[in-house]
């Protein structure tokens, strides 16, 4: 009896083993427009953050009454375009912007001591 339930149950997991996948997940590459849209989204997150973070910004807030950390979670809340429309609107400022000349030189200062050798 114990022999024929050894077989019985071997056979039922050949069986099993031969039908059942053994992965129900697939992999596949994931598009750099999509890494580069969450590192965009979170940089323009982080842009407005700051900005309203600032003493000036701060000082302006305080004088029409509003509370800092209101704005902040407000921004929080906004939808992905919202807060792309936000930043792109704080960069066009020319005191919002933030610079290509100083983005120049951390590329050339990065390049210069990497190959440097």
Same mark, same amino acid.
């Given at each position: 009896?114990?022999?024929?339930?050894?077989?019985?149950?071997?056979?039922?997991?050949?069986? @099993? &083993?031969?039908?059942?996948?053994?992965? +129900?997940?697939?992999?596949?590459?994931?598009?750099?427009? %999509?890494? *580069? !849209?969450?590192?965009?989204?979170?940089?323009?997150?982080?842009?407005?953050?700051?900005?309203?973070?600032?003493?000036?910004?701060?000082?302006?807030?305080?004088?029409?009454?509003?509370?800092?950390?209101? @704005? &902040?979670?407000?921004?929080?809340?906004? +939808?992905?375009?919202?807060?792309?429309?936000?930043?792109? %609107?704080? *960069? !066009?400022?020319?005191?919002?912007?933030?610079?290509?000349?100083?983005?120049?030189?951390?590329?050339?200062?990065?390049?210069?001591?990497?190959?440097?050798?």
């Amino acid at each position: 009896m114990n022999s024929t339930f050894k077989k019985l149950l071997c056979r039922f997991l050949a069986v @099993a &083993l031969i039908t059942l996948p053994f992965q +129900t997940g697939q992999a596949s590459m994931i598009g750099t427009d %999509q890494v *580069n !849209a969450a590192a965009t989204v979170q940089a323009d997150r982080n842009l407005v953050s700051n900005y309203l973070s600032r003493s000036q910004t701060v000082n302006e807030f305080q004088a029409l009454g509003l509370d800092t950390q209101t @704005a &902040l979670d407000r921004v929080a809340a906004m +939808t992905d375009e919202e807060v792309g429309s936000l930043a792109g %609107q704080i *960069n !066009a400022v020319p005191a919002g912007g933030d610079g290509l000349v100083a983005l120049i030189l951390v590329v050339f200062f990065i390049w210069y001591f990497a190959f440097r050798r």
